[in-house]
């Protein structure tokens, strides 16, 4: 890449992002209530985004003899984690740590 075309791709990187982070302060200023459809969508998206993630993390894995056994016993680390702090940032970052002792040093 010559020079300007890397200043032209910082450039257009910087103002996609730009407008993803001001455009919703735009579109819906303090003080207003947003249409009832995002409103409906800022209730249902994050708990559908989670179950994304754990499809898609979930989907190579097998779950027969051993082989499933740290993924089950990680999720289950991390709903104890959950019911116990209330924290979801904890308890995500709890169960990736301990599957990651599970599979290096447990089940290795």
Request: charge should be positive.
């Amino acid at each position: 890449m010559t020079l300007l075309q890397q200043i032209l791709t910082v450039a257009v990187v910087v103002l996609g992002t730009m407008t993803t982070r001001f455009l919703p302060f735009l579109l819906f200023p303090e003080g207003r209530q947003p249409p009832a459809f995002i409103r409906y969508l800022g209730t249902v998206l994050p708990s559908a985004v989670i179950g994304l993630l754990v499809i898609f993390c979930l989907k190579d894995a097998v779950f027969t003899g051993w082989h499933g056994l740290p993924e089950a016993i990680a999720i289950l680390a991390v709903g104890l984690l959950y019911q116990w702090k209330k924290n979801i940032l904890l308890s995500i970052a709890g169960g990736t740590v301990f599957y990651m002792v599970l599979v290096q040093q447990v089940f290795c």
